[in-house]
């Protein structure tokens, strides 16, 4: 991607936006973290009031999402970002604080993607001054459960786009800034084990190791995502284990979480259905596989391809040149793409080191994005 010379001309000074993204980076909002989702619920609902949206608060067990419609033309682009981090509070002031250093622009939850947020809030603003019929209509939806696969948040997308035109996500682009057309789906899966406690040395034959257990059943779930008889490739990490407590002591109980991305939903039933019917090596023992969340494959189709090139055709009025391809991670836009919505990704400013300590998006990038999305909004004069 280019560099474009309108971000130049913007009449807001790249110290006021810079100055947008880390407000919003200093209200440190780690996913289930309700009170810290409502304080930047708050932030947010103001600034888009500000630019004359209407703002509808949608409290969740999961903290508040925001659903905020902007007046103008036509059916509404949907903007799907999320107000979630991965960081724990504290972050901000540890491991990874605030630094600005030259072009490039540091913070927790800066890159993924509180700068995207800012990337609609500017440019919404500088369209302020047209008349609504030479803007498109747009509705935001900002979810706070995105980073834990959307668990609340992600049934009621549909929903919220009901008479959407067509969706564009504000994550992160590809490093290069090509936008993400396409996506693999994704499951959380939660295996539990249960076993029988007993004492390790005493009376060991009593007991079933639920450690043990789950030793075995994730070599089971290799096996089955290794399968050659899949229609399609499965990555799978196993992200955490837990089980057990003492060691003169038989464990009872055991678990892990398992991520897994698919590029076909027939692969993906296939995964999730040998998942649901494992069965214990031991005698006694128990085990299940729980879905926590799951994101359908996106595959790319043709109405994905001409709005990447209306896209493309705004991108070239503002110097630009915009590509895209499909990507290997999800989010909130595959519920979108996979239900057939038109819908592109990676909306947000190019940068890198997304949930690690290095985060960081870049400040010319922050600009180029402002300038696409007005020439994507505007509608020129008769």
Not at 54 to 82: K, M
Not at 112 to 130: C, H, N, S, W, Y
Request: hydrophobic letters at 45%; a negative charge; proline letters at 6%.
């Amino acid at each position: 991607m280019t560099t474009s010379p309108a971000a130049q001309h913007a009449d807001h000074s790249s110290d006021d936006i810079i100055a947008l993204v880390r407000e919003l980076v200093s209200i440190e909002s780690p996913s289930r973290d309700t009170a810290a989702s409502a304080r930047i619920a708050d932030v947010l609902s103001a600034r888009f009031e500000a630019i004359g949206g209407t703002v509808r608060r949608e409290p969740t067990s999961a903290g508040t999402d925001l659903v905020i419609d902007v007046p103008g033309t036509g059916d509404p682009l949907l903007f799907i970002g999320h107000t979630d981090t991965v960081w724990p509070v504290g972050a901000l002031d540890g491991e990874v604080p605030w630094v600005e250093d030259g072009d490039v622009v540091r913070g927790p939850g800066a890159y993924d993607m509180k700068a995207g947020i800012a990337v609609m809030l500017e440019a919404l603003r500088t369209l302020q001054p047209l008349a609504v019929e030479r803007r498109r209509a747009v509705r935001v939806v900002l979810v706070c459960d995105e980073e834990i696969g959307s668990p609340v948040s992600g049934p009621l997308l549909a929903a919220r786009a009901r008479g959407a035109a067509a969706a564009i996500g504000f994550e992160s682009p590809h490093p290069d800034g090509a936008l993400k057309v396409g996506r693999r789906g994704s499951a959380r899966v939660r295996l539990s084990v249960t076993g029988r406690a007993a004492h390790a040395a005493l009376d060991p034959e009593h007991g079933i190791s639920a450690v043990d257990e789950l030793v075995d059943q994730l070599l089971a779930v290799r096996r089955i995502v290794a399968d050659p008889a899949l229609p399609g490739p499965v990555l799978c990490n196993v992200g955490t284990i837990a089980g057990g407590a003492r060691t003169n002591v038989v464990p009872a109980e055991a678990a892990a979480e398992i991520g897994l991305r698919f590029t076909d939903p027939v692969t993906e039933r296939q995964v999730l259905d040998a998942l649901a019917a494992l069965h214990p090596v031991r005698e006694g023992a128990t085990v299940t596989a729980e879905v926590l969340s799951a994101r359908p494959a996106w595959r790319a189709s043709a109405q994905d391809a001409a709005l990447l090139e209306q896209i493309s055709e705004a991108a070239a009025g503002v110097g630009q040149r915009i590509e895209g391809r499909p990507a290997a991670g999800a989010g909130d836009t595959n519920l979108l793409g996979g239900l057939g919505l038109p819908t592109v990704d990676g909306f947000g400013p190019r940068g890198g080191g997304a949930h690690a300590v290095d985060e960081h998006f870049l400040r010319s990038s922050l600009h180029d994005r402002v300038a696409l999305l007005r020439a994507v909004l505007t509608i020129a004069a008769d």
